[in-house]
């Protein structure tokens, strides 16, 4: 792949997340104003917010680390950009795709979680060194359930870690989330995303009641624009990687059909989010932890025994 | 340049700083956010950080204690921002005014972009006063 090809796969790739990330964002925002009975914020609300933040003063505390402090929200940025362009070459060309990108993207989809942490432990706030505290132990609590059910798509696909064999041995063997195991992965996935993009009940480090938005305290101006930016990505990549592992609904070489289904079901999952994080408390930090150690990852042990039998 | 200044005045985040009130504006101010007002409709959201405000919203009669946080706190935001005294209190100080422990009112310690009066203000009038700031800087920013 030449580096022009490289460069337009990350642009798109980009453009694509910003766009379907501001929508998803404004979702969110709106189903949430629906459950309140209220009217919610306009379509063009995400965008309005991105470029008011452009536009305001970046302000760097007393005592940060002035280097470390603006180039968290760029780490963030970057990583998500890279798992939406490796994203959409699997889509485009399913059979293209090199050995092991799944491993890079599950790398990848830690690193936001990792420049929040640079980030608040940079800018010498206490809130924010207690949100960034707290999402260390958060990605400590669902990486490794999130890990596990990874396995079982990996699993069923035959040992495979390329994302392309995954959706290719869907699109002729059926879904992964049409066994038992798939099932309880699924849920199991659905759970950990939740987690993932930091949303109630697992929105500790946020907490903006609580710790006044913890990790982001003190940043303004471009660089909070980028990590809010960041966070909508994420709305996109990582329902979108479930989506591959699981339903493989993205295939659209079968038919254009699957594409239609491919944003029903995304819409479905953003919904899914959006409900839970309207119909629940937030849990304590030390909450989260045994309920992701001590419930959700023996039912991930159990999904990955019963893909290995073959259920 | 306008892509800007539209965006600035779709999206107030408002920080809330309470010097010193009866408790009564900051009631109000909550009412704001409930299905009956929603200034969300218009882009208008509370925040918890006074990095992230656009406006914010003073209510209370700053005591002496007060007095040195609302400059702290205001100093700390970043520009633009725009203050807007809430309640009669934070106006003028009301019948606070000849207390011993008032010093000054909010518009002797920073500069203040909107006055709005009532104790407390209804949530009608809260929404005039925001828009009637955005005019106002609109108006300024055209000459
Ligand atoms: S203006 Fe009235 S309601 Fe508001 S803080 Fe003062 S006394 Fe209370």
Redesign the pocket.
């Known amino acids: 792949m030449g580096v022009i090809e490289g460069i337009g796969y990350l642009a798109g790739g980009f453009v694509v997340a910003a766009v379907v990330g501001m929508f998803a964002h404004w979702f969110d925002r709106k189903i949430t104003a629906r459950v309140q009975w209220r009217v919610g914020p306009p379509l063009f609300q995400p965008v309005y917010d991105f470029v008011k933040l452009l536009a305001k003063e970046v302000m760097v505390p007393e005592g940060a680390s002035r280097f470390l402090f603006l180039s968290a929200p760029l780490f963030g940025l970057a990583a998500t950009t890279v798992v939406s362009a490796l994203f959409l070459r699997t889509v485009i060309f399913p059979g293209e795709t090199f050995v092991g990108d799944l491993i890079v993207v599950i790398y990848l989809l830690t690193i936001p979680s990792q420049a929040i942490i640079l980030g608040s432990f940079a800018s010498a706030n206490p809130l924010a060194s207690l949100g960034g505290s707290r999402e260390m132990k958060l990605v400590m609590s669902y990486e490794l359930p999130f890990l596990l059910v990874v396995l079982v798509p990996v699993i069923k696909a035959g040992g495979t870690i390329r994302l392309g064999e995954i959706i290719q041995y869907q699109a002729t063997q059926g879904a992964v989330i049409a066994s038992i195991s798939g099932v309880i992965a699924f849920v199991i996935a659905l759970i950990c995303m939740q987690a993932k993009l930091a949303k109630v009940p697992f929105d500790a480090p946020e907490a903006e009641t609580e710790i006044m938005g913890g990790a982001y305290i003190e940043y303004s101006g471009v660089a909070l624009g980028l990590f809010k930016l960041t966070q909508w990505m994420m709305m996109y990549v990582v329902p979108l990687f479930l989506m591959i592992l699981f339903i493989g609904a993205v295939n659209w070489r079968q038919s254009w059909f699957n594409l239609l289904f491919a944003v029903l079901i995304y819409i479905g999952i953003l919904l899914f989010i959006t409900l839970v994080r309207n119909t629940n408390a937030r849990l304590r930090i030390d909450q989260i932890m045994k309920f992701f150690w001590a419930m959700v990852t023996p039912f991930a042990v159990l999904a990955v025994i019963l893909a290995f039998l073959g259920l | 340049m306008s892509l800007k200044i539209k965006a600035l005045t779709k999206s107030i985040w408002v920080f809330h700083l309470a010097a010193s ?6 009631i ?1 101010i909550l009412d704001l956010l409930t299905p009956r007002w929603d200034i969300e409709r218009f882009g208008i959201q509370l925040v918890g950080s006074v990095r992230h405000a656009d406006a914010i919203l003073v ?3 700053m005591n002496r204690k007060a007095h040195e946080r609302v400059k702290r706190v205001i100093s700390q935001a970043p520009q633009p921002c725009f203050v807007i005294a ?6 003028s100080m ?3 005014g000849a207390s011993y422990n008032q010093m000054h009112c909010l518009d002797e310690v920073t500069k203040v972009h909107a006055y709005i009066a ?4 209804k949530p009608e009038a809260m929404i005039q006063g925001i828009i009637a700031l955005i005019e106002a800087q609109l108006a300024a920013l055209k000459k």
Do not use: H, I, K, R
Request: glycine letters at 14%.
């Open positions: 009130p009866c408790n009564n504006c900051d109000e209510t209370g009669s809430l309640g009669n209190c934070a106006c009301e019948m606070f009532g104790c407390p203000p």
